[in-house]
């Protein structure tokens, strides 16, 4: 079964600092890949989504962006973190024969 | 663009009372899927509806999916406390990626 990993767990940045989120995925080969932001008590949001190395696809314009260098491994990133990207951060991982979607742990991010 | 709707966005009950969940889409969906997040968790897949007026049982669970494939909904009956948390619908439509609602969030009195 797959295994998706995150880190770190949690996150403190000052505004206007980079990030650098890893998400690597074990226990599949060639995966969907998702990153999405919580608020608290919110919902989804989806971010980005991937169908293979280098293949990411931007779901909502931001001051965020996704990388895919290697196939089990997908890196959300900024140059320049804003208050409003505080949030609890998610990767997810879809087997292209299968149809559930597998959450990672998360990173709570706050910016502060 | 695709639009899932969920109500109530919570809902407190007394142990071994029913609880229900619906969701809404905008647009005909291919298939829905459910999740459930634990407080402090991460979603966590239940169940996916693909058939017109499908319905599933899990347990004490049961999912629908309506005639429309527009609308779903999740019925817990008597829940639990080990049921708290936030459940999730999530549609898709062709190949796009899934369009997840707002969330209902469980408490449960014990």
């Known amino acids: 079964s797959q295994t998706i990993h995150q880190w770190p767990a949690t996150l403190v940045q000052p505004v206007g600092s980079p990030l650098s989120l890893e998400c690597t995925v074990e226990g599949t080969s060639n995966p969907n890949l998702y990153w999405y932001r919580q608020a608290a008590g919110r919902g989804l949001q989806l971010l980005f989504y991937s169908v293979g190395i280098g293949q990411i696809s931007s779901e909502v314009p931001q001051n965020l962006s996704a990388s895919r260098p290697q196939d089990r491994q997908f890196i959300l990133s900024s140059k320049k973190l804003l208050l409003s990207d505080s949030g609890f951060y998610l990767c997810?991982?879809?087997?292209?024969?299968?149809?559930?979607?597998?959450f990672g742990p998360g990173t709570r991010l706050t910016v502060t | 663009g695709q639009q899932v709707m969920q109500i109530p966005q919570y809902q407190h009950v007394q142990e071994g009372e029913d609880f229900t969940t619906y969701c809404n889409s905008s647009?005909?969906?291919?298939?829905i899927q459910w999740y459930k997040q634990r407080p402090g968790g991460h979603p966590v897949f239940l169940i996916q509806l693909v058939k017109s007026g499908e319905v599933k049982k899990q347990k004490r669970l049961t999912f629908q999916f309506g005639e429309a494939k527009k609308n779903s909904s999740l019925h817990i009956t008597a829940t639990q406390t080990t049921d708290v948390g936030t459940y999730f619908c999530?549609?898709?439509?062709?190949?796009?990626?899934?369009?997840f609602g707002s969330g209902t969030r469980l408490q449960v009195q014990p």
């Open positions: 999530a549609g898709r439509t062709g190949r796009r990626a899934l369009t």
């Open positions: 997810a991982c879809r087997d292209g024969n299968l149809y559930e979607q597998y």
């Open positions: 647009t005909t969906l291919s298939n």
